[in-house]
């Protein structure tokens, strides 16, 4: 090992931080190179003379102001600990925390049934506008919706594009339910009022 | 709240205290920890004025913070990592006000703060404890900060490395760079006969 490599562990030592072991081989190898032993002294002195204790005493009246500060925030401190002097306050009853819950619960249901039911009933309509999607829909795998929907790469023709990008809107449609897009008005409204568009 | 026959309170249960308002866990911990941190303040930011304001900013922190404190871990690391990241702040400022010095006059001003500058601050004469104190300065601030906390506060790698949240082989290899650029910095006293040789006990 050399010199560089043991002025680590020099400094380790010194630092109270080295392992008995390697304290051990430390030393033998100090008692053999007078250079290390010189550098031990020397970064011992500069440690010696970073870490001399210094009395540090904090400024007046600091210590009261922290205090009239804690006398301050003491209210928000004891809603925060939920105690005064060692005593619990008593907290809100269960019940009345578990309201909002129950009602976030209740509307996030609803919504969601909502958001399922409206989506099959838009698929039904687009089934009576539309008869490429839905039924076929489940026949439809993920992986197919890759291909190319111009028609160019199997060789069909363009008719095929236009049924194949149907299968794959319905399919799409399907997985994500009703998006309440204004495309979803406009395929309600075609159902209804096939005239007004 | 603090049993009266517990004469050495634990820091978690003294921050409890604090948390339910109560006074006495405060005037404890801070007889017992305002010297120290005071001191790493100072040593960080070579000021005293400046390690006042910071220690009462600390205070203040760990006094509305202790209903947030976590028994489980270490009072003092959490203390520590206050005061640091205090310090940390105070050297942005100072970088950011000798900037705009910089820029409005287009020199360099080296008198708003930097860790050792003021001459007030300074130890009178030429001893070489004063030359390690202006070479400390001159450190690199994360190492100067790693340096302190091992040297001055007497702290582990492992403990340096919780308060400043970096791994241990960081911070060792930090306070390696320091002792050795202080060693460099110092290498001129290596001849002189006067320079003190007492151990590193405080270590």
Known sequence: MSCEAWSGRIIDRLADELGEEDAIALEQHLADCPGCAAEETAVSRVLAAAGSPMEWVPGNRMEERLLDELGRLRPIQVAASGTFLGRRIPRPMKGSRSVPAFAAATLAFLALAGGFWAGSVERSFREMVDPTAGPHDAEISPKETVRPLDGDGDGGGGGDGDVALARVQGWITSVRGFSGTPADGVYICRAFFPDSL | ?203
């Not at chain 2, 009266?4 to 205290?17: C, I, K, Q, T, V």
């Not at chain 2, 300065?137 to 490395?161: C, H, I, S, W």
């Not at chain 2, 460099?184 to 006067?194: A, G, H, Q, S, Y």
């Open chain 2, 1 to 203: 709240m603090t049993r009266p026959e517990e004469p050495h309170p634990s820091d978690a249960r003294l921050l409890a205290g604090i948390a339910r308002g109560e006074e006495e866990p405060f005037r404890i911990l801070f007889k017992r920890w305002a010297p120290r941190l005071g001191r790493f303040l100072q040593g960080t930011t070579g000021s005293r004025e400046t390690a006042e304001d910071l220690l009462q900013e600390a205070f203040l922190r760990i006094l509305k913070a202790a209903p947030a404190f976590e028994p489980r871990g270490k009072a003092g690391s959490w203390m520590y990592r206050i005061c640091a990241n205090l310090a940390y702040s105070h050297w942005r400022r100072v970088r950011r006000a000798r900037q705009a010095a910089r820029d409005e006059t287009g020199v360099c001003c080296d008198l708003l703060g930097s860790a050792g500058s003021d001459p007030q601050e300074r130890h009178a004469g030429s001893s070489f404890a004063a030359h390690v104190e202006a070479a400390l300065g001159r450190l690199p601030e994360n190492q100067r900060m790693v340096f302190l906390l091992k040297v001055d506060q007497g702290l582990t790698y492992e403990e340096v490395a919780r308060v400043l949240a970096c791994p241990v082989g960081t911070t060792k290899s930090r306070f390696h760079h320091a002792v050795r650029k202080l060693r460099t910095d110092l290498k001129v006293w290596d001849e002189r006969p006067d320079v003190s040789r007492r151990s590193p006990d405080v270590l």
